[in-house]
T-cell receptor
Framework: DTGVSQDPRHKITKRGQNVTFRCDPI?????LYWYRQTLGQGPEFLTY????????KSRLLSDRFSAERPKGSFSTLEIQRTEQGDSAMYLC?????????????FGPGTRLTVL | QKEVEQNSGPLSVPEGAIASLNCTYS??????FFWYRQYSGKSPELIMF????GDKEDGRFTAQLNKASQYVSLLIRDSQPSDSATYLC??????????FGSGTQLTVLP
């Protein structure tokens, strides 16, 4: 399977715990995006990498959230001191970054439940 | 005000009919527009994109863009029960990230 992969697919945690999610983009895609989706809403942008550089971060993103893409390949998203409001589907997408329109392809997502 | 608005659903059409999904956007800097399909509990799946005014056809799907009216639509011809899903409209500008609408839930009745 050469699509975007995410791990874990489901995570249940208690409030106050830290969680980390991983995303492996489509190989040779140099752009990687994180989104969050809650029930009944469209995905909401969190942050974006081009290669290893984090180029943009949503103003809505709490300081408890941090993302890395250390070698320009896979990425991790960490949420510290989780809150019940963090419960959502966390989606990763990648794109080729070529000039012109660059379609984003999504992974299966990680569903987070904070108890 | 949300930057991308989609027509309120849910929308039901009979099998074989044309389903029409609409979307408006507020940012005139938006350059490209994408339609995604999302089945319940799954992640969004790209259907097609459009960036030039006019129509773009791909199989049973036709995307339409009118930049003057800031309007995007998706037509699904010969709708099938397997087309029942939530359809998400998204806009992209120079910043590259996608701004999504809330989605329109489509049900195709056999």
């Amino acid at each position: 399977d050469t699509g975007v992969s995410q791990d874990p697919r489901h995570k249940i945690t208690k409030r106050g715990q830290n969680v980390t999610f991983r995303c492996d983009p489509i190989s040779e895609h140099n752009r990687l995006y994180w989104y969050r989706q809650t029930l009944g809403q469209g995905p909401e942008f969190l942050t974006y990498f081009q290669n290893e550089a984090q180029l943009e971060k949503s103003r809505l993103l709490s300081d408890r959230f941090s993302a890395e893409r250390p070698k320009g390949s896979f990425s991790t998203l960490e949420i510290q001191r989780t809150e019940q409001g963090d419960s959502a589907m966390y989606l990763c997408a990648s794109s080729s970054g070529l000039a012109g329109v660059s379609e984003q392809f999504f992974g299966p997502g990680t569903r987070l439940t904070v108890l | 005000q949300k930057e991308v608005e989609q027509n309120s659903g849910p929308l039901s059409v009979p099998e074989g009919a044309i389903a029409s999904l609409n979307c408006t956007y507020s940012d005139r800097g938006s350059q490209s527009f994408f339609w995604y399909r999302q089945y319940s509990g799954k992640s969004p799946e790209l259907i097609m994109f459009i960036y030039s005014n006019g129509d773009k056809e791909d199989g049973r799907f036709t995307a339409q863009l009118n930049k003057a009216s800031q309007y995007v639509s998706l037509l699904i011809r010969d709708s099938q029960p397997s087309d029942s899903a939530t359809y998400l409209c998204a806009a992209s500008g120079s910043a590259r990230q996608l701004t999504f609408g809330s989605g329109t839930q489509l049900t195709v009745l056999p």
